[in-house]
C-alpha cells in the first residue's frame, strides 16, 4: 500500500489531555467480526509516539518528516501540520513472529481517547476508525 499525504490534527481536546491509544484485531468467522489474541494498549500514548521500538513506529511515526517541529504537540493540539514522506507499507507476518494466523478477512480497529490532565474525565470525542484487509498465505 502506498501512504502518502499530510495530516492535519482537528481533534477538539486539551494541549495537556492524556492521550489513550488502543489497537485490536479481528478475524471475520461466519459473518461476524471475533476479537483475536492480538491488541495494544497504551494508557500515554504522546509518551511514546515517537518510540522506535513501539508497533507503530515503522508504520506511521517514522515516516513523519516534521518531527523535530512537533514532537511535543503529539495529536493533542489543533491545527497542528503532520507532513508524511511518501512510503511504501508492506506488511508481512510469519508464524514465529505472530504465531498461526488463519487466511480470511481481518480488520484493525484503531481508539484514541482523551482524558482530561488530572485522569478524571474521558472526552466526549474519541477518533475511532478500522483498517479492512485480507490474509493469505504464500
Known amino acids: 500500500m502506498a501512504i502518502e499525504g499530510n495530516l492535519t490534527v482537528v481533534w477538539n481536546i486539551q494541549p495537556g489531555d492524556r492521550i489513550e491509544l ?12 471475533q476479537p483475536t ?7 500515554d500514548f504522546c509518551k ?27 495529536l493533542t493540539v489543533p491545527g497542528t501540520y503532520i507532513i508524511m514522506e511518501t512510503y511504501l507499507l508492506v506488511l508481512v507476518a510469519s508464524a514465529q513472529s505472530t ?7 481481518y480488520k ?9 490532565p ?3 474525565k474521558e472526552r466526549t470525542n474519541p477518533i475511532c476508525f478500522e483498517v479492512r484487509g485480507e490474509v493469505f498465505k504464500l
Open 37 to 43: 489474541v492480538f491488541s495494544i494498549n497504551t494508557k
Open 48 to 74: 511514546i509516539m515517537y518510540d522506535k521500538r513501539q508497533f507503530w513506529y515503522k508504520f506511521w511515526t517514522k515516516h513523519i518528516t516534521n518531527v523535530d517541529d512537533i514532537k511535543d504537540r503529539c
Open 118 to 120: 488530572l485522569n478524571f
Open 99 to 105: 504465531g498461526p494466523l488463519r487466511e480470511g478477512r
Open 108 to 116: 484493525t480497529r484503531i481508539i484514541y481517547r482523551a482524558f482530561d
Open 22 to 33: 488502543t489497537i485490536q484485531l479481528l478475524y471475520m468467522d461466519r459473518g461476524t467480526w
